[in-house]
């Protein structure tokens, strides 16, 4: 196989979050489909969270207009603005170190 995924990079992330009064935390995976030419990413990345407060919250989140600012995809449920900003601040910390 030539085209392997270097999942080690764009796989599965796992990121401590933290707000005034609790820590939790925020599972990423990003998703990845076959374009007939081999795997590649498709935009998406799967989020889990578990808060202490709202219990577990699964959506996705999808690159904005603005590269490497991602949003919460249509039709998925939101989360916070506060937890979305320390996700794309860790996003982009993980990106800026493997580059």
């Keep these: 196989m030539s085209n392997l995924i270097n999942l080690r990079d764009y796989g599965h992330l796992y990121f ?3 707000d005034s009064e609790y820590a939790y ?11 007939g030419d ?11 969270l578990l808060h202490p407060i709202k219990g577990s919250v699964v959506t ?11 949003v919460v995809d249509d039709d998925q449920p939101e989360i916070d603005s ?9 996003l982009k910390k993980h990106i800026e170190n493997i580059k």
């Design 60 to 70: 996705q989140l999808i690159e904005s207009d603005e590269p490497g600012l991602y």
């Design 25 to 35: 935390y925020a599972s990423l995976n990003y998703d990845y489909v076959d374009d």
């Design 38 to 48: 081999g795997i590649v990413p498709s935009g998406l990345i799967h989020v889990y």
């Design 82 to 90: 506060n937890i979305l900003d320390e996700i794309n601040q860790q």
């Design 16 to 18: 401590k979050l933290h």
